[in-house]
């Protein structure tokens, strides 16, 4: 029985490697006839270092910094509503006590809904402009690729070790920074 278990473990080895042959002798014919040429690009860095890109963050940066301002007031008023509350706590009457403390909670759990709904629209608004920009970028990407006959257009994230001249990175910055400066919000 363990020697039908390692015939047929051998057997299934040896028909991985044989695919596994075919496969690269494959590959290496249609490289050295297709000879194609490829390239990768690192959209991330694009994003955050074109001229337009760069204009998007630093929109981005202070409507959070704005939000931080605005939301830090709040909270601190809101602190101070409830230290003079606390303090109140033994001269009002249960009743007032407790009317006021439902009217805090209610500021209190609008503050963090607005809040929340604020960050929220600022990241929806990130995300929308990205695509802009990336709307504007492919057809940028597509014409170089064109122009300089490059069959394959890869990821960078998806690269281990590559070569520095087959990154088109800084080439189609310098294309993007031509072509748009700023979005309109």
């Keep these: ?21 075919f496969i690269i002798i494959t590959l290496s ?24 890109g760069k204009f998007l963050n630093s929109h981005i940066e ?13 909270e601190n008023g809101l602190k101070n509503k409830e230290q003079t509350l606390l303090a109140q706590q033994n001269i009002l009457n249960k009743e007032d006590f407790e009317n006021k403390l439902k009217i805090l909670t209610q500021e209190v759990q609008k503050y963090r809904s607005e809040k929340q709904s ?3 629209n600022l ?3 990130k995300i929308d402009n990205t695509k802009k920009i990336i709307k504007i970028l492919n057809p940028i990407i597509t014409k170089f690729v064109d122009l300089n006959s490059i069959s394959i257009v890869i990821p960078k994230k998806n690269i281990i070790i590559g070569k520095k001249n087959l990154d088109i990175t800084d080439q189609i910055i310098d294309l ?3 072509d748009v400066e700023k979005l309109n919000f």
Excluded: C, P, R, W
């Design 62 to 74: 202070s409507k959070q910094l704005e939000y931080k301002k605005k939301y830090t007031a709040i």
């Design 118 to 120: 604020s960050y929220e």
């Design 176 to 178: 993007l920074n031509n």
């Design 1 to 21: 029985m363990k020697q039908n278990l390692l015939d047929l473990e051998l057997e299934h080895l040896f028909k991985m490697k044989i695919k596994s042959i």
């Design 123 to 125: 990241k929806q608004f």
């Design 29 to 52: 014919l249609f490289t050295f006839s297709a000879e194609a040429k490829i390239a990768y690009i690192d959209i991330n860095f694009i994003l955050n270092s074109s001229k337009v």
